[in-house]
């Protein structure tokens, strides 16, 4: 049996640095660990947060968490026969001990789980299921043939300072309510739109010139990226618009990765649908635990 210990990192570079190659090893479940620990100590000079990891006696990663004030914790991989349950408990227990303010968690199953239960019954306090998601992987675009017109007639392009950010704006609070997220007010949403837009990674299916869809690129890393903020406004669904725009903005990804990936709700089966119409397939099970 090997022996399991904790260690915490100083801060998310700390954290990358000793254990980004194995992270790597399982980069699309993965991806928000990687991702979010880049961001975080790029954002965060103070070191506030929590960069944790169990390792056996020869060094190597068996289960991570990382958190900063205001985050839910982001879980890594974990092995689907339920391999690791003592290092994700041994891990919870620890961070229960650390008084951070934690108001969730998300990662892959079944580790998120057994950290979850862990963790919450640690404090006497107890959880809920907020989001039940599939990960998806996509490695070759398949294009419905109800698509073809539609993939003919609109156009694919990334969103600029010209376009109407308000009425983006609008799209990302329709698409927080739509995915049972924290709903952002007017003001947060313009900011938000607006880093997407400066950054170059935000797209638009246009239909005539008129913005009808969009979507993020999100989260490059070395081998995959993925795509997330899918959305079309109510009164413009079921036009094929958003299966057009995934086949062609998946596509346009998959030229320089080895694979794309996207988190869905399992309570949207329309857009579990068109993700697998276009060539996605189903990875893993990553939910999202609201502690109460």
């Known amino acids: 049996m090997l022996d399991i210990r904790v260690k915490e990192y100083t801060n998310g570079q700390a954290f990358l640095n000793e254990l980004l190659p194995q992270l790597e090893q399982h980069e699309l479940e993965n991806g928000h660990v990687i991702s979010k620990a880049k961001i975080w100590h790029q954002n965060d000079n103070t070191n506030a947060g929590y960069f944790s990891a169990a390792l056996d006696n020869d060094g190597q990663l068996v289960y991570a968490a990382i ?40 990662g892959c199953e079944p580790g998120a789980f057994t950290f979850t239960k862990t963790y919450v019954a640690a404090l006497d306090k107890s959880y809920i299921l907020q989001r039940a998601m599939t990960t998806y992987r ?16 609109g156009i694919l392009r990334t969103a600029t300072s010209e376009d109407d950010i308000k009425m983006l704006a609008s799209w990302y609070i329709g698409f927080n309510e739509q995915c049972l997220m924290p709903i952002p007010d007017e003001d947060e949403a ?94 893993c099970k990553t939910n999202d635990y609201k502690v109460v």
């Open 138 to 153: 996509l490695k070759d675009v398949k294009l419905p043939d109800h698509s073809r017109d539609m993939v003919s007639r």
């Open 67 to 106: 958190w900063t004030p205001g985050n839910v914790m982001f879980l890594s991989w974990s092995s689907p026969d339920g391999g690791g349950e003592e290092a994700q408990t041994m891990l919870a227990k620890h961070a229960a001990g650390r008084s951070l303010s934690v108001p969730g968690m998300q």
């Open 190 to 283: 313009v900011k938000a739109i607006s880093i997407h837009v400066w950054s170059g990674h935000m797209y638009l299916w246009t239909l005539d010139g008129k913005p009808v869809s969009m979507a993020f690129k999100v989260r490059p890393l070395k081998y995959g990226c993925a795509v997330s903020g899918v959305y079309t406004p109510r009164e413009w669904r079921g036009r094929g618009y958003a299966t057009a725009m995934m086949a062609v903005l998946s596509g346009h990804i998959r030229m320089d990765y080895d694979f794309v990936s996207l988190h869905a709700d399992n309570n949207n089966p329309t857009s579990n649908y068109i993700y697998q119409q276009v060539g996605y397939e189903k990875w």
